[in-house]
């Protein structure tokens, strides 16, 4: 049988990344598939070396527009460790609640986009709907809708008054009914189970051995979540345990991240409720010294950021590994087997951030 190469990418309707696959195709099912990144490059990791430790915050934070918070927030973490700073019980709740709309903001946004890519628009409309709700929280305690700019090394900048908490309390109980709408046509309507169900099937053996995270590794019965392995910020003190499924398919990843919406939802409220009183950041003094490896669970699933300080105010070595990157191997393991018409919904499924992949 004649095989054709087909380039996908890097620029397509379905998908707004620029990311370059090369489909072998037999017919119209994939055989093969080689990845071309590098189309993008920001030199932010050589900006550590002109902004001091401090500013620097700002420059982690546009990694990636989605997970900008986490993103400050482990960059935060790694030069705490460095500098032996302890934050204040107040900060690390604040964190957990700006981490967790952050996760609510990202699978909303990415629902969006799965409904998008099988051409279901009323219900990608749906969910940028409800993902208006999270962002109006996010507005309203940090003053963005996207970029934060709330997490400091020592703690965080703002605060969330109580009433600002009654505010995001009343819009997560709008958001918890309003998902109940939209949740059954992505697990149980037909035509939506047809474009998911059994496509895209990578194994739990697999998943563990080429590296996958995030809700991708959960998705095929992995029981890996930086939050419960780490404890980092208030979540040794917060009921989280990892979301999983087992059928390691398209509609199993579905079924993750819906899942995680509600546990995000959750985490906020208890967070809130149990918010102690104090500051919200404490002085951090004196430059960074050595190495550190500083680990966060993004939406994606886990970052890991390698900081090395030199005794000045300016890093010596910024180094970021993101979850899309460690993601990329399963996604080629995917797609041997799979339609041509599936590529652009295999694709979504590891919710790819090319931009930050490549910074």
Not at 119 to 145: H, N
Not at 334 to 346: F, K, N, Q
Request: net charge negative; proline share 6%.
């Amino acid at each position: 049988m004649t095989r054709t190469i087909m380039p996908f990418g890097p620029q397509h309707p379905v998908l707004p990344e620029p990311i370059h696959l090369d489909l072998e195709l037999e017919d119209e099912i994939v055989v093969g598939a080689r990845p071309s990144i590098g189309y993008v490059h920001r030199g932010l990791e050589k900006l550590c070396e002109t902004r001091d430790y401090t500013e620097f915050t700002f420059v982690a934070e546009r990694v990636c527009g989605i997970c900008s918070f986490i993103h400050g927030m482990t960059y935060c973490q790694g030069i705490e460790e460095l500098l032996g700073v302890a934050i204040p019980p107040r900060a690390q709740y604040l964190r957990v609640v700006w981490s967790e709309l952050s996760r609510l903001h990202s699978h909303l946004l990415w629902l969006g986009l799965l409904a998008d890519a099988f051409g279901f628009e009323a219900l990608f409309m749906q969910s940028w709907r409800l993902r208006e709700l999270v962002l109006d929280c996010i507005e309203l305690t940090t003053g963005g809708r996207v970029i934060f700019s709330s997490a400091c090394p020592g703690g965080v900048r703002r605060d969330v008054t109580p009433d600002q908490a009654a505010f995001i309390r009343g819009k997560l109980t709008e958001l918890e009914q309003r998902l109940g709408e939209i949740v059954p046509a992505f697990l149980n309507d037909p035509a939506v189970r047809q474009r998911l169900a059994g496509v895209g099937v990578i194994t739990r053996q697999q998943a563990e051995t080429l590296g996958a995270v995030g809700p991708v590794a959960r998705a095929s019965g992995v029981a890996m979540d930086m939050r419960t392995s780490l404890r980092y910020a208030a979540y040794d003190e917060l009921p989280v345990e990892p979301i999983i499924a087992n059928d390691g398919d398209c509609l199993a990843r579905c079924r993750v991240r819906i899942g995680e919406l509600t546990q995000s939802i959750g985490l906020i409220r208890t967070a809130l409720d149990r918010l102690p009183a104090g500051e919200l950041a404490v002085k951090v003094t004196g430059n960074p010294t050595g190495d550190i490896f500083a680990r966060a669970e993004q939406p994606r699933g886990e970052v890991i950021y390698h900081l090395k300080g030199n005794g000045t105010k300016f890093l010596q070595r910024f180094r970021v590994r993101t979850p899309t990157f460690a993601n990329l191997p399963a996604l080629l393991a995917m797609l041997p087997g799979s339609a041509l018409a599936d590529v652009p919904v295999l694709v979504l499924t590891i919710d790819p951030c090319i931009s930050c992949t490549e910074r």
